[in-house]
């Protein structure tokens, strides 16, 4: 009887190893949206600009776009107020200061993969007072 029951597993082991994708239970659904993010954000870390993620995002619908981008400009904003931006521009006392502002905010433009997105820079004039130009 134990023969048989080992037989059994190896039998169930090698149909499990044969039939089944490795990692299969570790991928995320494919239209799961937090992974559009997750795509867009390692793109933008990868050194891609925002016109080559769109490019590669291609099949997702105008709305979702429109959604993700909304998601990364609250989020390039919520990291600007945490890096107390108000009060930096507000003790600004040199040209040499605003240059290093204005380095902090491409940063985060940057890394979120919105340089093109006017609709940011917009905000971010509107949240902090503070004009970017040639970004």
Do not use: C
Not at 50 to 78: A, P
């Amino acid at each position: 009887m134990a023969f048989k029951t080992k037989v059994v597993l190896v039998v169930l082991l090698a149909a499990l190893l044969i039939g089944v994708p490795p990692g299969l239970g570790q991928q995320p659904p494919a239209d799961n949206r937090g992974n559009l993010y997750s795509i867009w954000l390692k793109l933008s870390m990868m050194g891609h600009n925002q016109s080559e993620i769109e490019g590669i995002l291609t099949g997702i619908t105008e709305q979702q776009l429109q959604r993700l981008k909304n998601r990364l400009r609250r989020d390039v904003l919520e990291t600007l107020m945490h890096h107390n931006l108000h009060n930096e521009i507000e003790l600004s006392r040199t040209e040499q200061d605003l240059v290093m502002i204005r380095d902090i905010i491409r940063t985060e433009i940057r890394f979120a993969g919105l340089e093109n997105d006017r609709l940011l820079q917009r905000m971010i004039r509107h949240k902090f007072g503070i004009a970017l130009q040639n970004i």
